[in-house]
């Protein structure tokens, strides 16, 4: 077995090409700007990463199981005024540590339900997730707007702050929790009988129901747990942003469909691994990154996202193609 | 009647709710069931249909575009900057460069769809952020005001004056909104192109094998729907009197949320123009009712998201019971689906 053999065995087909990329886009900054190569811009990048990085992971379970999952951002944002209310009830900026619990509890809750109403409508009555996401979604909207008369909650006490901007050793305390996270996801997929399911619905539902898989128990399970990363996400982004307001990360939804795709998630479902979606949100990261210090804006970045999506599935045809090639020719 | 219901359940079950609400609202307001009203909510929802049948045609097909809203958007810019390089222009230029530029931005989609081999989903969602992006970009979110005056006026189809003064009126959206759905209609009930189109929306493969043009397929239905995307986003300038780079970002799982409850099926091979009408019609007249009986405007979203998941869970739900012993076959297979 060759060196690439067994690294994609271990890591999937997918890291090898994904890290090679990564290579390629943090030499080529590091030659356009040496801003770039800085503890500064890491940590930074560090910084930004988790929320995009908690919502990708959200989306990856859904995508997995071949659906989707377009309510992420407000199930975060609800989950986020969750929290803030508890943090209100009790004082505000004054609110006790019991408090903070007992809001991220809730805030899970939140999360936790409102995915398993949808995952039960997807079980149960066999609509399309895109379908019932988004209603979800346009529902989760509207009950926020309606709770904040569209306004933004702010006012929370000093320790949530370490959530957003503390470090840990020199590590950002949100990369901590999105590590945490990363390698909770790969853990429940590669090694539980839930994960096991996950990939079997996502292949072939109807032969899982048949193999005596329950189906229906694992859809409703696959997006309540994807409820409860969405409240680990929105967590993190009151943290961040100091505030809860309905329509916070609103732009990421798309792009954390992008980064699963980027990262080798089949469309279809059943297929695709953790570790080179991390790799991707990586990519994509500096990419905003490395644009933004070479004095380009935000906006600019949405468009390379697009674009290298692109690039990216033209590559894997041109692979595709040239691999048959060649074991046509041997 | 019967037949009617088995034939095409979602779109009989919606017309059936429609009407009950509309009862219902003529009943409770005697604002709801008047000239007025039905015109604004015709003026209102124009756009929204045109962008709707577009999106069915892709649906038909088994596809799904995320980027029209956004390529509306797009051709509105650029053809605004046209108009001004030309020196004014008129309606006929104005449909004409809109359709063109809308068609030109579905082929895009269509080009890299079929090139790559890759599903819809996923080069729409590319196509979203990269039309979205370089537009933000290069317009630097700057609005347009100085626009060709024929592009602003208003023109209306139909005014009358009712006899306590106030107006109500249609506008061109409404005519032009017309023309589309009729055009759609013919499209894809009309001609083969259409009925290859549902063939090779059920099932590409066998579509492909009884000799069905995949490519043909692609450039119709994304071609179609860009199409429509740009005449929507000519007349959304008309409405709006301005050109607002992200004013319809967000707008295109509105409508497509619509468009499915309509009875268009992710998936392919399923849909109707008639359905696409009723599902626009559900969203406005749910917010139009919630409106004039004074619910507050911030509770409206939440309430439409709400009926639409009803509207979903009951419409696989209960007819599944009804025609349980008879069609146990075919519920099943819709159900594989």
Known sequence: MSLRERIHAVAGTETLPLLIFLGLVFLAFSLATPLFLTGANLRSMAFQMPVL??????????????????????????????????????????????????????????????????GAVVAYVGAHPILVSLAMMIFLRGLGEFLTRGGDIS?????????????????????????????????????????FSVYMVGSNIKASEYS?????????????ISGVICAIAGIVMAARFNSVRVGHGEALLLVTVLAC???????????????????ALIILQALSSGLNLIGANQHLSTAVWGLFLIAVMALRWVGLRWRSRQRKGT | MRDLFRTY??????????????????????????????????????????WAVGLLVVLIAGGIDISFAVAASVVQYVAAQIFMGIGGGSWAIGFLVAAA????LGLVNALLIHGFRVISIVITIATFN??????????????????????????????????????????????VMLACVLATWALIRLTTLGRQLYAF?????????????????????????????????????NIAQEVVPNALYGRELDVLAAVVLGGARLGGGRGTVVGCILGVMFVAITQNGLNLLGISPFAFQMIIGAAILVAISSSNLSFQLWNRSRDTEARLKENAT
């Open chain 2, 9 to 50: 359940p979602v779109e009989a079950r919606l017309s059936v709710v429609l009407f009950l609400m509309i009862l219902g609202l003529s009943l409770a307001t005697d604002t709801f069931l008047t000239l007025g009203n039905i015109t604004s909510l015709l003026n209102n929802n124009a756009v929204n249909l045109i």
């Open chain 2, 101 to 104: 530029l809308g068609i030109g």
């Open chain 2, 130 to 175: 990269a039309f979205f992006g370089l537009l933000m970009f290069f317009t630097k979110g700057r609005n347009i005001y100085n626009l060709p005056d024929w592009w602003t006026d208003r023109i209306f189809i139909f005014e009358r004056q009712a006899p306590d003064g106030s107006w109500s009126e249609l506008n061109l959206s409404v005519a």
């Open chain 2, 201 to 237: 929306g059920d099932n590409p493969e066998g579509a492909r094998r009884s000799g069905v043009n995949i490519w043909q397929m692609q450039i119709v239905a994304f071609g179609w729907c860009g199409m429509m995307a740009g005449i929507g986003g000519l007349m959304q300038v």
């Open chain 1, 155 to 195: 006012g929370f006490p000093e320790f949530v702050n370490i959530l957003g901007h503390g470090s840990l050793a020199g590590i950002p305390v949100p990369m901590i929790i999105f590590i945490l996270a990363a390698i909770v996801w790969h853990i429940m997929l590669k090694r539980t009988r839930h994960g």
């Open chain 1, 212 to 224: 005596g898989i329950h189906t229906r128990k694992t859809l409703v399970t696959i997006y309540a």
């Open chain 1, 53 to 118: 990085g908690l919502l990708t992971l959200a989306m990856l379970v859904p995508i997995l199981s071949g659906g989707l999952n377009l309510a992420i951002i407000y199930q975060a944002n609800i989950s986020g005024l969750a929290l803030a209310w508890t943090l209100i009830q009790f004082g505000g900026p004054d609110a006790g540590i019991g408090a903070f619990i007992l809001g991220v509890t809730l805030a899970v809750l939140v999360g936790a339900l409102s995915g398993a109403v949808m």
């Open chain 1, 261 to 279: 795709f980027l990262g080798g998630i089949d469309p279809f479902g059943g297929f695709g691994r953790v570790l080179p979606v991390a790799i």
